[in-house]
């Protein structure tokens, strides 16, 4: 019954990997996120999609690639990992401007 | 770029009190919500007040905007254990939602 849910909860990586989370909403929502939390818990907006095109492209290094097989699932690709990746990611849904729906976050660590 | 800030960034009060957090912003904004976040957990959202709005409740929670002063107050009355947590505002310009830095409440039992 879990409305957003995200796989991996902890992934712990070698610098140099390439790595995928993944992020599905069961609530109908047209519209879904990727933030990224860093250590002093800030919270910033990555992407975000609406029925499976791209609205919101925020400052990301092109390693990371989000991609949207339908508007349930948005999955988050990163290539060559760093160490200044190491984060928390969490993947939000909404419908129109209203609530949104944050999963359980997926912490990443890059050694 | 706009953002929320967040005052105090740390709260320490015992049960029973009220707990007041204040978030101050820059532009103009459809609405603004508040989230909270225990530890190691995603956000959940508390509640969201229009711009046309000034006072909001829900339960033990009361939200003031003030859109001329771009301010606006969370407090949670009679506080248990359990609010503790990270408490985030989120100003909303559609699509975009942009997260303060979070006030940390520690309600000590």
């Known amino acids: 019954d879990t409305a957003v849910s995200q796989t991996p909860k902890y992934l712990v990586t070698q610098m140099g990997n390439d790595k995928s989370i993944k992020c599905e909403q069961n609530?109908?929502?047209?519209?879904m996120y990727w933030y990224k939390q860093d250590s002093k818990k800030f919270l910033k907006i990555m992407f975000s999609?609406?029925?499976?095109?791209?609205?919101i492209n925020e400052t990301v290094p092109n390693r990371f690639s989000p991609k949207s097989p339908d508007k349930a699932h948005l999955n988050l690709h990163i290539n060559s990992l760093e160490l200044g990746d190491s984060a928390v990611y969490f993947c939000a849904s909404s419908q129109e401007a209203s609530e949104q729906f944050f999963g359980p976050g997926t912490r990443l660590t890059v050694l | 770029s706009q953002q929320g800030e967040e005052d105090p960034q740390a709260l320490s009060i015992q049960e029973g009190e009220n707990a007041t957090m204040n978030c101050s912003y820059k532009?103009?904004?459809?609405?603004l919500q508040w989230y909270r976040q225990n530890s190691g957990r995603g956000l959940v959202h508390l509640i969201l007040?229009?711009?046309?709005?000034r006072e909001k409740h829900s339960g033990r929670l009361r939200v003031t905007l003030d859109t001329s002063k771009k301010s606006s107050s969370l407090l949670i009355t009679a506080s248990r254990a359990a609010d503790t947590a990270s408490y985030f505002c989120?100003?909303?310009?559609?699509?975009?939602?942009?997260f303060g830095e979070g006030t940390q409440l520690t309600v000590n039992p």
């Open positions: 007040i229009r711009s046309n709005e």
């Open positions: 999609y609406n029925n499976k095109e791209l609205i």
């Open positions: 532009t103009s904004i459809n609405n």
């Open positions: 609530l109908g929502h047209d519209t």
């Open positions: 989120a100003t909303d310009r559609s699509p975009r939602l942009t």
